[in-house]
């Protein structure tokens, strides 16, 4: 098949979720022998890259530089009422480019991420199965968010954007074209009206690259927790570990140190470095070494959606996990068997401790977690579940146009 990618940013590894994500499939597909294009903005030029190997090398085909500076994103916030994170990627370059391509090419697939379908809706390609990629159900994660918010200026921020963003996913479903997202939970959500409209294709786990480490015999008395530091949900679960999970166990555990690892920190993050015993790295080039070598992973988020890539890579290098529900939604994890699976500050501290106390537990929880993701989220399995969401769209295009032949 010959497949155009359209994403939010340059995939790459590492990279943000929606950059991972678009490079993992990409790359899956070029291994099965597909052809694959991506079409992608970078400040003011879109672009349109080939895939060239298995290790993810890009040539460039196309350049179009925009001349539009702000307007494209005003209009489609304050006339077309589009949230502010799908404003942000308004770029008519990005239709001229695709008008281009499909003038020369015809794609099997086009394969695009959510927040820029409103590029697009003047663009019919009458060959081609359009798939959209929602990736997690943001207006889940908002209303996670507006539920935890406290600053009242934030608050009414957030709300405003959850208001849109329920309005463009309506307008996303409206589409004709088949839907994919990374969990069930966030399927369910959204409500789609017919199961057959979106399938569930999560992210997968390198796991050749996420792997056990047995140069490591001995784990440090530590706490970690991974991610870009800079995100929201990231932050406030940064924050909670290190003041309502860490400094509590500390009193017990004077050797115990909680390792925040992760580019971009906040200032409320870097603020948590001047507590003793905790470390906040900022950008490492190998998270790795941080997970080998802590005892316990913890992640106490209380807001976001989707899958959380950071869980399932902690698992895979055979860390024992310590989640909150939210978390798991995203996963389904069994409690006790592949984590422990918590809601309120005690349990965290209670399962934490639990944890740093008996060895043989440890082993048996990240054993446990590491089958899970092995069986249910290697390449194999996940590039075979999106190949198969490509080709039940196909199949129902031609059903359509049987039915229209009648």
């Known amino acids: 098949m010959d497949i155009l990618f359209i994403t939010h940013r ?133 209303e996670r968010r507006y539920k935890r918010v406290k600053n009242p200026i934030e608050k009414l921020a957030v709300k405003g954007e959850l208001v849109r963003m329920k309005k463009y996913e309506a307008f996303l479903k409206n589409q004709e074209a088949k839907a994919i997202i990374t969990s069930p939970a966030d399927k369910e959500f959204l409500h789609f009206g017919r199961a057959s409209q979106a399938d569930v294709v999560p992210n997968y786990i390198d796991l050749s690259y996420f792997h056990l480490n047995p140069l490591i015999k001995s784990k440090k008395t530590a706490l970690v927790f991974t991610g870009t530091m800079s995100y929201a949900p990231n932050v406030d679960a940064a924050v909670r570990l290190v003041k309502d999970i860490y400094q509590p166990l500390k009193k017990k555990l004077p050797d115990l140190e909680c390792w925040i690892v992760g580019a971009n920190p906040s200032s409320a993050v870097k603020r948590l470095s001047n507590i003793s ?40 290098l055979g860390c024992p996990i310590v989640m909150s529900r939210i978390t798991n939604l995203g996963i389904g994890f069994a409690d006790q068997e592949e984590a422990m699976i918590c809601e309120q500050d005690q349990e965290f501290i209670a399962q934490t401790e639990k944890l740093l106390a008996d060895h043989h537990l440890r082993e048996a929880l990240g054993g446990g977690a590491r089958q899970f993701v092995a069986a249910r989220f290697s390449e194999e399995k996940v590039a075979n579940q999106l190949i198969a969401a490509y080709a039940d769209r196909v199949y129902q295009l031609k059903n359509k146009e049987v039915e229209a032949c009648k």
């Open 10 to 142: 340059r995939p790459k590894i590492p990279g943000k979720g929606d950059q991972v994500r678009a490079f993992q499939q990409m790359v899956s597909l070029l291994k099965r022998g597909h052809r694959v294009h991506c079409l992608f903005q970078e400040k003011n030029e879109a672009y349109c890259y080939s895939l060239s190997s298995a290790k993810g090398d890009m040539e460039e085909q196309y350049r179009l530089k925009g001349n539009d500076g702000y307007l494209p994103l005003l209009k489609s916030f304050f006339l077309k009422g589009y949230p502010l994170s799908v404003s942000l990627h308004s770029f008519p370059a990005l239709t001229s480019l695709l008008q281009q391509l499909l003038s020369c090419t015809d794609y099997d697939v086009i394969h695009i991420q959510s927040k820029l379908v409103h590029n697009f809706t003047t663009v019919q390609p009458p060959r081609s199965t359009v798939v959209i990629d929602y990736i997690d159900a943001i207006s889940l994660h908002l």
């Open 277 to 316: 015993g905790v470390t906040v790295t900022g950008f490492v080039e190998d998270i790795r070494e941080w997970q080998w070598r802590a005892a316990v992973y913890v992640c106490p988020l209380r807001f976001g959606a989707g899958q959380q890539n950071k869980i399932l890579e902690a698992a895979a």
